[in-house]
């Protein structure tokens, strides 16, 4: 099973970031797919999920309406569309995938958002 994240960086406030997370080695379209994200000396907290059709989506108060999550069963991929970044939206960027008691995580991709 693996997770892979990408599309992390450094990105000045007011910009946009694509994060992406490649899923293989388990049913992808079977699974809710969630971000999370960990600050450094924070707890890491959630972010955004999306159900396994995709039809349903959820976010944290602090990115709705900024953030975007989508996903592609065909590809085995999630997505998560950062736009209008601010400094507190600097973390680690975490791609969990859950269903019933089985979870996995990837390894997770920074983003820095300063000037």
């Known amino acids: 099973v693996q997770l892979v994240e990408s599309g992390g960086g450094l990105v000045q406030p007011g910009g946009s970031l694509r994060l992406s997370c490649a899923a293989s080695g388990f049913t992808f379209s079977s699974y809710v797919m969630t971000w999370y994200r960990q600050a450094s000396g924070k707890e890491r907290e959630f972010v955004a999920s999306?159900?396994?059709?995709?039809?349903?989506?959820n976010y944290a108060n602090s990115v709705k309406g900024r953030f975007t999550i989508s996903r592609d069963n065909g590809k085995n991929t999630v997505s998560l569309q950062m736009n209008s970044l601010r400094p507190e939206d600097t973390a680690v960027y975490y791609c969990?995938?859950?269903?019933?008691?089985?979870?996995?995580w990837g390894q997770g991709t920074q983003v820095t958002v300063s000037s």
């Open positions: 999306i159900t396994s059709a995709g039809g349903s989506t």
């Open positions: 969990n995938a859950r269903r019933g008691s089985r979870m996995y």
